[in-house]
């Protein structure tokens, strides 16, 4: 069985660090071809693709938010972790992390995110 | 970075009625593209993958079509439990994108 679960502060002050973990289970970032993503949510908005780690550590970013995003990963963990630099209250969203590169087949429930003073 | 275009941005539609929501892709992604069924509150969950290809536990009256720029998600004969919010994504080269949805509401 499939799961993922996303941790990390419900409220940051504007230019903090932001700092996500996804711990997982039933699957392993060991194994060849797979992945895990971030997608976000503003509140009544659309979802937005955020970033991607792959099996063999390949890293891939959201054009608009590369120069503020990291994803690494803990794979003895089962953990995938996003930091995302100069938080500001546009970045309020609900975090989603997933399973897959191409299609997402395995989404956590999310973890909503406020960003405010 | 691909563009994704959505169509209608909001459905109101009676039970038992077809509904159609088109994709359109700001250039060809060949079939890379796929679906996903919002409800309130809920994660998404994938509905058809790769333009038309059905996924396990996914009632048969969702379907998709569509290769290139053009796609469409068809709900034949919605039931009441279909209310929700739709979003195409692009896999055809990164960044991955999202469309940004439509919302069939149930009359």
């Known amino acids: 069985q499939v799961t993922l679960r996303e941790s990390g502060p419900a409220l940051v002050k504007p230019t903090q660090t932001l700092t996500l973990t996804c711990t997982f289970s039933?699957?392993?970032?060991?194994?060849?071809?797979?992945?895990v993503s971030w997608i976000r949510q503003p509140p009544g908005k659309a979802l937005e693709w955020l970033a991607r780690?792959?099996?063999?550590?390949?890293?891939y970013y959201s054009t608009s938010l590369k120069t503020r995003l990291t994803i690494s990963k803990d794979t003895p963990k089962n953990q995938v972790v996003l930091t995302m630099t100069n938080m500001d209250p546009v970045d309020t969203a609900t975090y989603y992390c997933?399973?897959?590169?191409?299609?997402?087949?395995?989404w956590g429930q999310g973890t909503l995110v406020t960003v405010s003073s | 970075e691909i563009v994704l275009t959505q169509s209608p941005d909001f459905q109101s539609v009676t039970p038992k009625e077809k509904v159609t929501i088109t994709c359109r892709a700001s250039?060809?992604?060949?079939?890379?593209l796929h679906w996903y069924q919002q409800k309130p509150d809920q994660s998404p969950k994938l509905l058809i993958k790769?333009?038309?290809q059905s996924i396990s536990g996914v009632p048969s009256r969702f379907s998709g079509s569509g290769s290139g720029t053009d796609f469409t998600l068809t709900i034949n004969s919605l039931e009441a439990e279909d209310a929700a919010t739709y979003y195409c994504?692009?896999?055809?080269?990164?960044?991955?994108?999202f469309g940004p949805g439509t919302k069939v509401d149930i009359k």
């Open positions: 997933a399973r897959g590169g191409a299609t997402i087949d395995y």
């Open positions: 994504h692009q896999s055809s080269s990164l960044p991955f994108t």
């Open positions: 039933g699957f392993s970032l060991s194994t060849s071809g797979m992945c």
């Open positions: 250039q060809s992604i060949g079939s890379n």
């Open positions: 790769y333009a038309s």
């Open positions: 780690i792959d099996w063999d550590d390949d890293k």
